[in-house]
Structure formats: structure tokens, C-alpha cells
């Protein structure tokens, strides 16, 4: 079975070597094809961070094992690591936290056992990384959150709380004020849950996940979240074991998948054979229960336990008064400790049944999408304009064109209403939500807010605008705060 290899960047390469010495050293029925990515590869001039070959090579293969990558900064390119799991439709990234013993924590202190599976949304929300400056004082991030890609990872969530006999599955959300976005997320899940009747589900708004998840971590299971509070509740998990050295990561897609350490390059100790492999090989653990290779996965897991049980450590973790081992060191105790058991957590022993990856040959790109259940029709549209008017003038130049088929509904600043009724303690930016209604909600066409663009152009300048749709009796837009 082939995979595809990225070193990375920075430590990247010295603990891939560790990884790759201890599944040799295990017998690890893999090959590898090494391809080219990272921050090297940028400064060649590749802009998405990989070379044509490497592309080319990850999407034959199936499967991608890579170090930690760096994005070199102000240079207008985006994130390797992104760009990789939105490319391939890495749609659900799996990171597992669980106490260590011999990573000590306050949890492991008090003897709270933590045993926590995050699963966040990988591809939409803000990481679509859209934005627009509307005017020089107002910056726009577009945030997509879709039905047919919440449903992929929430399926995928509650399949593996499933196959691990999970207790419980949670959904952070913050949908008390972004009700459409989490909103249609939160919708999604309850969907799902009706399907797993077994597994106990319910949600938790993600302020408050975070307090309970500092304070009782013992009681969360699964969880899973969009991408971008996913992002920051993985690492806050990543802080109650140890920190980002012992987070595993698996990015898993209906193609291909991604295994990779996620913490930093650390430049800063690179070449000195200092770091800790601990997150990549634990992630090389993952890749190798996903391909089948159970055995090899619980002998070098249980021999890492073991290892951590008994006192060995790199220098950024454990008893500061026993010498700490270089990374070459660490690798090879591990190794030395084949056959040996923890006396916690120690895995149970499992057969390898390889799964070799798919190789999918794709003709176009697969569109996802789910069945409207009623008829659209678009009642109005939100200009966003530029201005520097008072919100009564804004008002009176924009009630001069609605056509007789629009009424002007209301005007916010920041997302506050600010007309008809609103405060003067508002502060106001250049830039004003104007949302026109048709009248009586009745049917209007793009013909008709096409010619309102233009007659509100006159006056302003419109920096965006949206469309307001319905949905048969649901409106499928947010009022202003305030209106």
C-alpha cells in the first residue's frame, strides 16, 4: 500500500524521521512517495504551497501524511494546510484528546480522565476566506455555512461515535445570534440525531461549552462544531492534555484524507534534534487504523503509553528533574518498549485488515447539494451603501426611488437599526445596511431590484447587496438589532 509523504517544514522533517524509523521498526506494511509542499515550495513560486507533482501524486494515492507546514507571512498567499483540506474535501477534521499518563495537567492531577473527540466542520464557514473592504473604514468576511456540508460532517460524526460506543454527541453552536448560519448547522444535526436514536444528543451554545469543557472535561464525549469555533475549541481541548504536541489530527474526506501534526514549525529548535514527534506519530497511529493496520497501531501505541508512563520525555514536557531525551532518543525508547503495555489505557490487540484507498477517477467536480422542499421567491433586497449621512437623510434620498413596488423597511449601522426608530448613542460607520421589502411580500424579480440598484445608485455608492428569499412562509434572512 503507497502513501504520500510530506516532511513540512521547520522540525517538520526531524520528526517524520522519528515516525517513519518507529513504523519500520514495527513493520509497517507501507510504502511512500515523498512530495513537495511547504513553505520551500512557496518561495519557488507555487502559490497554493505544492508543486503539480505532489497534486497530482495525493489525488492518485488516496491518503496524505505530512509534517507541520509554515505559510510564509505577507506575501498575499494562503495557508498550505487550509488550501490542502479544502481542495480535496477534507470535510471533517477528527482530533482526539485523552490524558496521558506521564503528561502531566491539572486534570491528571486531580485524576480526571479526559476523553474527548472534536469534530469540526473543515471547509466552509469564515475559512472560505472571502473578504472585501466595502469602504477604507469597513473590512467584510463572508461566512457560508451549507446544508449539504454540515450534513456531511455531523453524518460523519455521529458514524464514528457509533463505531466507538460514544455515550454522548454535543453540538456547539452559537445560534442565539447567528440564527441563520449556526442556525441551519444546529437544524442539521437534530436531523441527523433522529437517525441515532442510541446515542445521546444534544447541544450546548459554545461561550458555554467552553466554561464547562475548563471546568468538567470529563463529561463531554464527542462534539462536534463548524470550522471556525471548532478551530479554537480543538486547541483549548489540545491545552486540558498537555498542549498542541500531543493533538492528533485526521482530516477525512469521501477521497482522500489527510494525517498531520498541528502544532507549529518551531524554527526555532529545527536541526537540533530536540523536538517531540509525539502529535505526528499519534497521528501516524490514526492513519494506520484507518487503512486497517490495527495491530501495528496498537503495538506502537501502547509502547508510546508506555514509554510516557514510565518517565521518558523531550524537553518541552514531564519531571524537569530527570534528563529529557533528543527526539532520535525518544523514537528509539519507543521502539525498545515493542511488546510492553501501560497499566492505563493500554489498547486492545486487533488483527491488521488493510483497506487499500480508493482510487477514485473523477470525470467533474461532484456537486452536493439536498431538494428544496418549497417554492423560493424573493420579496426584497439589502443594499450596503456608502455614507456619511445621518440615517434620516440616508432614508429620505433612498425613499425617493422604491418604484412603488419596494418599501423601505429599515436602515442599520454594524448590524443595529439605526431608522426608523433606533438611538443617537448609535455610533455610525460609512457604511449602512439599507433593506428594501416588497410590498405585502409580494413576488419581485431580479429584473425589478435590478432597476431599484440602479436608482439607489444615483445617490450612493452600493458597496454589496442581498437578495431576500423566502422559502414558503419563512424568511430566510435576520432582522437588524433593534428592529
Known sequence: MKIAVAKGDGIGPEIMEAVMTIFNANGVQLEYEYVDMGKWVFDKGYSNGMT????????????????????PKGKGVKSVNVTARKTWNTYANKRVFQTLHGVDTVFS????????????????????????????????SRRFITRPGSLQVIKYAFEMARKKNAR?????????????????????????AKEYPEIKADDVIVDDLCMKLVTRPDLFDVIVLTNLQGDIVSDLCAGLVGGLGFAPSANIG????????????????AGRNIANPTALLLSGITMLRHLG???????????????????????????????????????????????????????????????????FQLLKNPLIMTREMQD??????????ESELQPKEVADKCLKHTLGLFKLVTISNRGTQVWPTGSI?????????????????????????????????????????ELLNMWGDKKAYSLAQGQ
Do not use: W
Request: hydrophobic share 40%; charged share 25%; net charge negative.
Open 52 to 71: 503539480p507533482e505532489a497534486q497530482e501524486t495525493i489525488e492518485r494515492l488516496g491518503i496524505l501524511f505530512k509534517g507541520p507546514m509554515e505559510t
Open 109 to 140: 492531577k486531580a485524576g480526571i480522565t479526559i476523553d474527548i473527540t472534536i469534530v469540526r466542520e473543515n471547509i466552509e464557514d469564515t475559512y472560505g476566506g472571502i473578504e472585501h473592504m466595502l469602504t477604507h473604514d469597513v473590512a467584510l
Open 168 to 192: 454522548r454527541i454535543t453540538c456547539g453552536h452559537k445560534s442565539n445570534i447567528m440564527k441563520i448560519t449556526d442556525g441551519l448547522f444546529l437544524e442539521c444535526f437534530h436531523e441527523v
Open 254 to 269: 469521501d477521497h482522500i484524507c489527510i494525517f498531520e501534526a498541528v502544532h507549529g514549525t518551531a524554527p526555532d529548535i
Open 293 to 359: 493496520l490495527m495491530q501495528n497501531a496498537a503495538d506502537i501505541e501502547n509502547a508510546l503509553l508506555y514509554t510516557l508512563e514510565t518517565g521518558n520525555h523531550t524537553g518541552d514536557f514531564g519531571d524537569k528533574g530527570t534528563a529529557s531525551l533528543n527526539t532520535t532518543d525518544f523514537a528509539q525508547a519507543i521502539i525498545n518498549n515493542f511488546g510492553k503495555k501501560p497499566e492505563k489505557g493500554a489498547k486492545p490487540d486487533l488483527p491488521n485488515k488493510p483497506v487499500t484507498p480508493t482510487n
Open 376 to 385: 423560493e421567491v424573493i420579496v426584497g433586497v439589502d443594499l450596503f451603501i
Open 425 to 465: 448613542f448609535t455610533n455610525l460607520v460609512n457604511q449602512f445596511r439599507c433593506r428594501f421589502e416588497s410590498i405585502g411580500d409580494a413576488a419581485v424579480t431580479q429584473t425589478d431590484i435590478i432597476e431599484l440598484y440602479k436608482r439607489i445608485a444615483t445617490e450612493f455608492k452600493i458597496c454589496s447587496s
